[in-house]
């Protein structure tokens, strides 16, 4: 997030695009709500109509896949009512003429065709956004899971550039992010071509200050990303795998694949806190503390490092899974040696300078926002006041694409797939709750009344829905949510696995898979599990 | 600003802040049931009352703001004695079954009953009766404990925006519940719980699990979506037997179900204890040096004959920072290769 989760409040408009923030964010989700008793407006666009409906002076149920057509449609509407922010334009972007050209072929008329959303509605929520004085963006894996992923992030921070709606307070671009830590891991080089704090492997000069610091010899080649790395190990070019609490069986795009991928290894360690679907194909599977049972950090989605206290010692023999780091890179001739694990920090803080001046004793109570990058800074709230690290900030002219896979005669649905409040993720903590499996104890399949009736299915009934990569069994809601012709799944049941359906189309630029939209068809009769 | 006298002592505030607020402000205690600094006034329950000069009859501090050169006293024999009039009131139908109360000692209406030192009450009357009729896993209503402050309804409507209860009836037969008295069906956050001032509404799953003189409470984050709630786990006998959240927090004290009730994974009997190593396709028991040195020897193999970029690693979005630095300096600077990444895009 640009912005941070206090400032959401007094946000005047807030456009929400591909988050159902009430069930994947819930508490941000209040913070929204909060706004809206304060008198702001909110932007829904969302294919399903999601809770967050009911609070928004504007929905706009966009096809899946077509953000990309919207968002520049809002922007035609923009630039035709001449509401652009012409002195931020100037001063703090480049390519603004470049861009203003692409945006020709997106008249409202013809983005109502590509997305369905009824043109008054594009210029409403346009000129609502255009108009607001502390406007901000929310999104969520709505807009990034698409093989085009990267472009409808780009026609977002067009969005933000050409109105001047960054850098100030309750004004930004807040992608909120879906895990406890999923920031914090990125932060900290656990991604295949930068190491902590964002510093490019393939740059001499950085590799040099890190082959220092870590005393090793460094690979000066960027690595596989997670998709990336199943792939090779089908193709036999990775050969062993070490997984720490990831469980990709569940959590990653044809679930056939991904089983096959990981069978062909040679080796494959998982660590985790349970026998996770991944963890049963393991040679060797570890033990390890839950985050209830151990000292550390967290940085949640608005950059905010904060204290994560141990409160009880884990079950048997598990470790902390540093402990368990450190002992297997002793032993493979790599000793790392930390008297207590707040030296770790105080490393990173050498290596990135915008933690450097955060401490455990400083975020005991309150964590701190990086930048942070001095014992006496209080944290950055909001993050480019004053301009962007790199002068000015370019516009990205953006060409809509149709998502990969759309619905034709044979599998005529779209799928989408996404979370539900009771449940997360792939579902190795919830699924283990009693009391949340009393709620929601199992798979469903979200269809309109009309497709329903059309196909004879009752609510409750097992429906099968299958797609080119394989098929599940599980129950059909029938539901107002989705418009006719689009399903939606929620991902974290084992027994009727969302991502055996969905498509592993990757974006060519961030290697994202486009889980959020495939084709499917449903059928009725197979008598069910 | 606003300059007025509490007790004596001159209080300065901004417009708008009310009695109750500035009084606070000065650390001057005033006791209430129904008021929630989050909320908006609601005069329910009438323990704030106060004395104002130039007003004939106490006033209720927390819907009275403040006025210039206002004289306000919070304390007198009086109102002191209507205060326990009041709470004898609230106590004459309430079960005083506070030895087997899971709010016993963090309960307002029992700290309230201690410091007036109500021992019987004069004012014993007819008890109000509810049929249970909660099949849901996480709240537990007793509603005969219930004293009407109304928090829970005004949570439920002004933060929650769900509005899943209201107060029904008129008079002795008013009660706080889901329309048509059905069975609670809402989101589950619990919010109402969190804010109850006395046992009418608990968790079920910490039900009979520990009282507060044995519970350690220790301060964390949640380990759920990227919101990072301030959470504090009750631990008794290694073992977190509840979830709650300070309202002095970046979340205000407010949760999700998930956040508050889903914490039972972490004793669940079936974590992990132990390293397995597979042997003739089955994973066996082993112990650490066995897995570790296994682990060294296998990886040490596979590098020495593929090279280090055939070797992997997916690091955890649910791990911490630090466990996450070092896990990608083990892939980088041990192994060899780049090739480490974890569950951001998924």
């Known amino acids: 997030m640009t912005n941070s989760i206090p400032e959401i409040e007094n946000n005047d408009v807030l456009f929400v695009i591909g988050s159902n923030t009430t069930e994947t964010h819930p508490i941000i989700g209040l913070r929204m709500k909060k706004a809206v008793r304060k008198g702001a407006k909110i932007i ?6 999601i809770n967050l409906v009911r609070f928004s002076t504007v929905w706009m149920q966009h096809r899946p896949g077509t953000d990309v057509a919207l968002l520049n449609g809002m922007m035609h509407v923009l630039l035709q009512e001449q509401m652009v922010d012409k002195g931020f334009v100037t001063e703090w972007t480049e390519g603004f003429d470049t861009f203003r050209k692409s945006l020709a072929d997106y008249s409202p008329e013809k983005v109502e065709k590509i997305t369905g959303v009824p043109k008054k509605d594009i210029v409403r929520a346009a000129l609502l956004y255009g108009e607001a004085k502390r406007p901000a963006i929310y999104y969520t894996m709505g807009i990034t899971q698409h093989a085009h992923g990267t472009q409808n992030v780009f026609a977002i921070a067009n969005l933000a550039l050409m109105t001047g709606n960054l850098g100030r307070e309750s004004t930004g671009v807040n992608p909120l992010r879906g895990q406890n830590n999923v920031q914090g891991a990125t932060d900290m080089g656990c991604i295949p071509n930068q190491y902590p704090g964002y510093q490019r492997v393939d740059l001499p000069s950085i590799r040099a200050k890190f082959e220092t610091a870590w005393d090793a010899k460094l690979s000066d080649k960027p690595g596989l990303t997670a998709t990336e790395m199943m792939n090779a190990a089908m193709e036999d070019k990775v050969k062993a795998l070490y997984i720490m609490g990831e469980n990709p069986v569940m959590s990653d795009p044809d679930t056939h694949h991904t089983v096959k991928a990981l ?52 079950p048997g023999k598990a470790r ?199 084709a499917v068809k449903i059928e009725t009769g197979h008598g069910g599990q | 600003m606003i300059d007025l006298s509490i007790n004596g002592l001159p209080v300065s505030v901004p417009e708008g802040t009310t009695i109750l607020d500035a009084a606070r402000f000065a650390d001057i205690p005033i006791p209430t049931l129904c008021h ?51 709470l004898e009131l ?91 008295e059905k069975n609670l069906d809402c989101e589950f956050c619990g919010q109402c719980v969190s804010v109850c001032p006395t046992g009418a509404l608990t968790g079920k799953a910490w039900g009979q699990r520990g009282r507060q003189k044995d519970i350690k409470e220790i301060e964390t984050i949640c380990p759920y979506c990227g919101c990072g709630c301030s959470i504090t786990l009750h631990v008794r006998r290694n073992e977190v037997i509840r979830v709650s959240s300070r309202e002095d927090t970046l979340n205000e004290g407010w949760l999700c179900p998930k956040g508050r009730f889903g914490y039972s994974f972490i004793n669940n009997a079936a974590r992990l204890k132990t390293p397995f190593i597979r042997e003739e396709g089955k994973l066996k028991e082993a112990t650490w ?33 630090e466990e996450n630095y070092l896990f990608q300096k083990f892939m980088r600077a041990a192994v060899g290769t780049n090739n480490v990444d974890h569950c951001a895009r998924l």
């Open chain 1, 44 to 49: 829904v666009a969302d294919p399903r109509k």
């Open chain 1, 263 to 314: 069978k062909n290894l040679e080796f494959l360690v998982v660590q985790d806190i349970f026998m996770t679907e991944t963890a049963q194909l393991a040679d060797v599977v570890l033990p390890s503390a839950c985050f209830a049972e151990k000292d550390g950090t967290f940085t949640n989605t608005e950059r905010r490092v904060q204290r994560v206290k141990k409160a009880l010692n884990p």
């Open chain 2, 90 to 180: 609230i106590l004459s139908d309430h079960p005083n079954d506070c030895m087997v109360c899971e709010k016993a000692g963090d309960c307002t209406l029992q700290e309230l009953a201690y410091f007036y030192g109500i021992r019987e009450n004069r004012l014993d009357g007819e008890r109000r009766v509810y049929a249970k009729k909660d099949d849901n896993p996480f709240i537990e209503r007793n509603m005969e404990k219930c004293i009407l402050c109304g928090k829970c309804v005004r949570i439920c409507d002004e933060v929650q925006g769900v509005g899943a209860i209201d107060i029904a009836y008129r008079g002795f037969n008013a009660k706080v519940c889901p329309p048509f």
């Open chain 2, 36 to 86: 929630h600094p989050k909320l908006t006034p609601y005069g329910g329950c009438r323990l704030c009352i106060v004395d104002v000069k130039g007003i004939n009859r106490p006033v209720t501090s927390c819907t009275t703001p403040v006025t210039a050169g206002m004289e306000v006293t919070t304390t007198s024999p009086t109102i002191e004695k209507l205060r326990k009039t009041i």
């Open chain 1, 320 to 518: 902390e899974d540093s402990a368990i780091i450190l002992e297997l890179s002793r032993r493979m001739g790599y000793d790392m040696k930390y008297n207590l694990i707040e030296e770790v920090l105080r490393e990173i803080g050498g290596l990135w300078p915008a933690v450097a001046g955060i401490t455990y004793g400083r975020i005991e109570k309150w964590g701190l926002q990086w930048p942070c990058p001095t014992l006496d800074h209080p944290g950055t709230p909001y993050l480019f006041k004053g301009g962007f690290p790199r002068g000015k900030a370019s516009f990205t002219p953006v060409r809509y694409e149709p998502s990969k896979e759309l619905p034709d005669k044979e599998y005529p649905f779209i799928l989408t797939t996404g979370r539900q409040l009771f449940q997360y993720h792939t579902g190795s903590m919830t699924r283990k709750v009693k009391e949340l499996n009393i709620v929601a104890p199992e798979a469903y399949v979200e269809i309109n009344p009309a497709d329903a009736e059309r196909l004879k299915i009752a609510d409750g009934d097992t429906v099968r829905v299958t797609s080119r990569r394989g098929s599940i069994d599980l129950r059909a809601l029938v539901s107002e949510r989705p418009y006719e012709g689009l399903v939606f799944i929620p991902f974290h049941y084992r027994e009727a696995a969302a991502n055996i359906l969905t498509n592993p189309q990757l974006d060519p630029v961030c290697k994202i898979p486009e889980l959020k939209v495939c």
């Open chain 2, 289 to 321: 040096d066995e897995a570790l040195d296994f682990i060294a020897d296998r990886l040490g193999k596979v590098k020495a004959k593929y090279g280090a970029d055939s070797i992997a690693g997916l690091s955890s979005a649910r791990c911490t920072n």
